[in-house]
């Protein structure tokens, strides 16, 4: 199927593939698609046409996600609580920053701002 042409300009593109290769997103984008045909072959257009079939995967996972909720509930939580804890300590600096910056702007604006550190005198040139 392959014409004449098409073997002769071969080597030179496998040479400019395996260059491609060296870039991460290349190897990501290889690997995702390598990924969706092996599970594409696995599981079978059949299988995710047959509307039984499909709603019997969809069981098996929301009770295989209840079940790991249920075991894993209290690391779960108490996780959320430390991530909520996190999120409410970096709120407050954020807000503190600001009204630090406001101050500051504040003085600026009324001219009680400190005055600039006078600029060092430079000998005359000789």
């Known amino acids: 199927m392959m014409t004449e042409e ?35 072959g696995l599981l079978g257009t059949t299988l995710l046409r047959n509307p039984l079939a499909l709603l019997a995967v969809g069981a098996a996972g929301g009770v295989a996600a209840g079940f790991l909720l249920f075991k ?27 009204n630090d910056l406001m101050a500051t702007a504040e003085e600026k604006l009324e ?11 430079q000998p005359p040139a000789a």
């Open 111 to 121: 001219g009680r701002a400190t005055p600039p550190a006078p600029a060092a005198e």
């Open 72 to 98: 894993y509930q209290k690391e779960i939580v108490d996780g959320l609580t430390k991530v909520t804890g996190m999120g409410k300590d970096f709120a407050l600096h954020q807000k503190e920053n600001l």
């Open 6 to 40: 098409m073997m002769k300009q071969m080597p030179h593109m496998m040479g400019q593939a395996g260059q491609m290769m060296g870039h991460p997103m290349a190897t990501g984008a290889m690997m995702a698609a390598t990924g969706f045909a092996a599970g594409r």
